[in-house]
């Protein structure tokens, strides 16, 4: 499905994944300490640009391309791979509604890398179902005044600029919601406890408080009332992202159990050669190939300027398979090493560990599937 030029790009990041993150990802999980040296690489090789036009200090937004890189650098390491994914999450809005002027002033300096970017829909009240967040903002002259709190934020305190949803009117549901854009250094927003979690422990997951914030109206994306809707069209966006973090750890925990049946002996012989191994492989490869498919498919359909009912269909079914992929062959990859798969010397356990989140975030795989269904069932 890949062009050559995009195949070069694949290349590129393939190497440099490999040469530059993989013996990283050790130590990230170890330390759970947020890799700036991952981000200054990003930087230095113009990996966020990906994601944005060139008229934006960007390389020529592609989706395609985005997704592929997410997946070259989470073979080796979900939480790098995750800044990538957590950018576009973050730029999204901006991207999608924001006004010319919030364009020029915002997007270049998260197209060179020089501000990471956050998403900020959960609350501890509102996940799955988030159109009964309890942030408001309230309309003050020539700005708003936000109060509230936001809790599992990726990049809570290293964003510099989040994208963040609260009610403007409280007497309706998701018509009630609008979306602004915060910039960390305004004066009430602040971050509180990062959580320590099962895995992508170099990430960022946090709480972030609204305090009396005052954000400028020309901060507001979009119109009063359309915040929900855009929170949706983002997450039609940004989902793939996740499937292509999902996607890289199936297929990074494939490779290297293969490598490993490959030199691992029992009675005599390779594992690899014992045929219920063996089986076993041929399932993993041929999952990832699948999820492959569906992942490039929705990034050429989001390339192609499709939105709507279909976009929302296919980037939800290609979450829920990328990720239950993720989940299923990280665990016979740990199967395959044996007791070494179960210890941490072996990247594996890691994998396993880092692929349980994307069956949760950006909507459980149960929300996923009653999107899917919504869709196959809508007159
Ligand atoms: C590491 C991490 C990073 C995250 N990053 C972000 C971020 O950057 N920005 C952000 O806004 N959020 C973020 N989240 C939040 C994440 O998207 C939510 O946790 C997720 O959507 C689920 O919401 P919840 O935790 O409130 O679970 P709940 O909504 O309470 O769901 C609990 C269980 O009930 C199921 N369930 C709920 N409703 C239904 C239903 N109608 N039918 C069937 N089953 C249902 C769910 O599938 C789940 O199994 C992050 C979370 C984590 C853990």
């Given at each position: 499905m890949l062009t050559d030029e995009q195949r070069e790009v694949r290349e590129l990041v393939r190497t440099l994944a490999r040469e530059r993150i993989a013996s990283r990802a050790a130590e990230i999980d170890k330390s759970a300490e947020f890799p700036w040296d991952i981000v200054e690489l990003f930087r230095e090789n113009g990996l966020f640009g990906l994601m944005f036009d060139e008229e934006y200090g960007?390389?020529?937004?592609?989706?395609?391309?985005?997704?592929?890189?997410?997946?070259?650098?989470?073979?080796?390491?979900?939480?790098?791979?995750?800044?990538?994914?957590?950018?576009?999450?973050?730029?999204?809005?901006?991207?999608?509604?924001?006004?010319?002027?919030?364009?020029?002033?915002?997007?270049?300096?998260?197209?060179?890398?020089?501000?990471?970017?956050?998403?900020?829909?959960?609350?501890?009240?509102?996940?799955?179902?988030?159109?009964?967040?309890?942030?408001?903002?309230?309309?003050?002259?020539?700005?708003?005044?936000?109060?509230?709190?936001?809790?599992?934020?990726?990049n809570a305190g290293v964003a510099q600029l989040y994208t963040c949803f609260a009610k403007t009117d409280r007497t309706s549901r998701h018509r009630g919601i609008s979306a602004f854009v915060v910039e960390a250094a305004t004066p009430g927003f602040e971050v509180g406890r990062i959580e320590p979690k099962l895995g992508i422990k170099g990430s960022t997951t946090g709480e972030i408080f609204f305090d009396e914030c005052v954000v400028p109206a020309e901060n507001r994306i979009g119109e009063e009332g359309e915040g929900f809707a855009l929170a949706m069209r983002v997450l039609d966006r940004s989902r793939p992202g996740i499937a292509a973090q999902a996607l890289g750890i199936a297929q990074g925990a494939t490779d290297y159990a293969a490598e490993y049946a490959k030199g691992r002996e029992t009675f005599g012989e390779p594992i690899g050669s014992h045929q219920l191994v063996a089986g076993m492989l041929a399932d993993m490869e041929t999952r990832c190939e699948a999820a492959r498919g569906l992942l490039?498919?929705?990034?050429?359909?989001?390339?192609?300027?499709?939105?709507?009912?279909?976009?929302?269909?296919?980037?939800?079914?290609?979450?829920?398979?990328?990720?239950?992929?993720?989940?299923?062959?990280?665990?016979?990859?740990?199967?395959?090493?044996?007791?070494?798969?179960?210890?941490?010397?072996?990247?594996?356990?890691?994998?396993?560990?880092?692929?349980?989140?994307?069956?949760?975030?950006?909507?459980?795989n149960q929300i996923q599937r009653l999107v899917i269904a919504r869709e196959m069932l809508r007159d």
């Open positions: 960007g390389v020529g937004a592609s989706a395609l391309l985005t997704l592929v890189a997410i997946e070259e650098v989470s073979k080796q390491c979900a939480t790098s791979g995750l800044i990538l994914a957590a950018q576009e999450l973050g730029a999204l809005g901006i991207k999608l509604a924001g006004s010319p002027e919030q364009k020029d002033r915002l997007l270049p300096k998260l197209a060179s890398g020089e501000w990471l970017a956050a998403y900020a829909l959960t609350e501890a009240g509102s996940g799955s179902d988030s159109a009964a967040m309890a942030s408001e903002a309230t309309r003050d002259g020539d700005g708003y005044v936000l109060n509230g709190s936001k809790r599992f934020i990726t490039y498919r929705c990034g050429q359909m989001i390339d192609d300027g499709i939105e709507g009912p279909e976009l929302t269909k296919l980037s939800a079914m290609t979450k829920l398979f990328c990720s239950d992929t993720a989940m299923a062959v990280t665990t016979d990859a740990v199967q395959i090493l044996g007791g070494y798969g179960y210890i941490q010397e072996y990247p594996v356990e890691r994998m396993m560990r880092d692929a349980k989140i994307t069956q949760i975030y950006e909507g459980t």
